[in-house]
């Protein structure tokens, strides 16, 4: 789950020992503490919202970002993806908390082994390209990553699932290719339009019209104070300014798995909500063993689950520690063991311990069904479908608001279209996420009333703003990736 802000959940006085205990990070990245060991697998930001781009009404966006905190610059191997994992976008569209559709991705690595005649001898160089790159999978570049997207009908766990090849609708192929990150601007001149080629038009099984999809490197779009957020939240005014404080990833690029599908081929009949969630999977056993090019890994058994997001915060700011990792291995159906995080949840006692002398009062109403409905069941007459399920829901019959009309408090700001109902790019879910935690729901009132929530209606911001203004008005919407070179580009200064 998103874990840019949350880290908030270990910063009280007296978890102290707790923080001491988990490496610092953000968003989702490394938000419990088996997925550390595997960053290519760690999921960081998921988002679900209506195509705002013009001309995509009818369609459904999906964002699962992988691979966290990348350094721009981080060669001579940059990002590669997992070849043996299974990465997924999964959809419940009956609110049962189980996946009645599931849009799998596998990643496929080639070494061309491009080799420099050296004095008599052909030698293998150490690089990932060896010149220019302008078009796709180019002579002069040395690794190349492709994938396969395949649709699976019926629940992963169900013997009778159906699975279906997506196809490339221009071409027919299988097989999709991976622009390779954004190394510096020798080695991609112009990575905008390089980028651009390896958006694809996909032929889905089931969907009248085509699709869009996008694997590739782009510019971490999270926005968060995530330093003094960490330091017991040392933020001067947690109500003050929500545009004072600098944002610690604006500096970093992720790994997208970004696909537009037509919202009519994922509804179930009579339903005009879904909810979804991201997932990866490593095959039970990995052997390492001598083998030629990257495939280091003997893969058998079957495929566990490791990582798991839907809605932004929740395993950060509400399971606790013990449990995180079995959260990341759980799938909704079974989110009722986890239901005491959210009915009696720790983090605004956790505000009001530090924050109790300006008068932040933590909400009185456990169980707290306004975070239930947030959160497990979606909010009647907004996006309720089913639960007790911890998914991302998104009800499609409400209209997407263009870029110029989001506000990006989403729901809070009076806009249904964006988070709690989905979750947009531009949606500043820390400062949403600090607000219904300390009882904004409460005003409306979901499940609890204004009398439960002293500080319901109190401004709370981590000091970070994250605004549709940062990001592509269309398709794939997240930004390029900061390129490695030059360091100017990315602020980052030289000398000695």
Known sequence: MTCRFVRICLLAVTLAACVAALPAAASSHREAPGITQMPKVDGTDFYVFNSYEAGRTGYVTFIANYVPLQDAYGGPNYFTLDPDAHYRILIDNTGDGVEDITFQFRVNQQLRDIQLP????????????????????????????????VKITGALSDSGRRVQQVLDADTGSARFTKPIDNIGQKSLPDYHSYARQFIHNVAIPGCTNPGRVFVGQRHDGFAVNLGEVFDLVNIQNPLGPRDSQPNTLADKNVTSFVLEVPANCILAQGKTTFGSWTTSALPRNRVLQEAPGFKLDNESGDFVQVSRLSAPLVNELFIGLKDKNK?????????????DYVTNPTLPAILELLFGGAGVRAPTNSPRADLVAAFLTGVTGLNALGGPSEMMRLNTAIAAADAAHQNNLGVLGGDNAGFPNGRRPGDDVVDIELRVAMGALCLVPVGCHPADAPSGMLPFTDGTLNDVSQFDPAFPYLKDPLPGSPNGANGISGGN
Do not use: C, M, R, W
């Not at 060896?130 to 396969?148: D, H, K, L, M, R």
């Not at 990341?328 to 239901?339: I, V």
């Open 118 to 149: 050296i004095h008599g001898k052909s030698i293998s160089v150490p690089l990932v390209n060896v010149g220019s790159i302008t078009s796709p999978n180019p002579a002069t570049q040395n690794v190349v990553e492709t994938y396969t997207l």
């Open 327 to 339: 959260f990341n291995g759980s799938q909704p159906k079974d989110d009722g063991q986890f239901a």
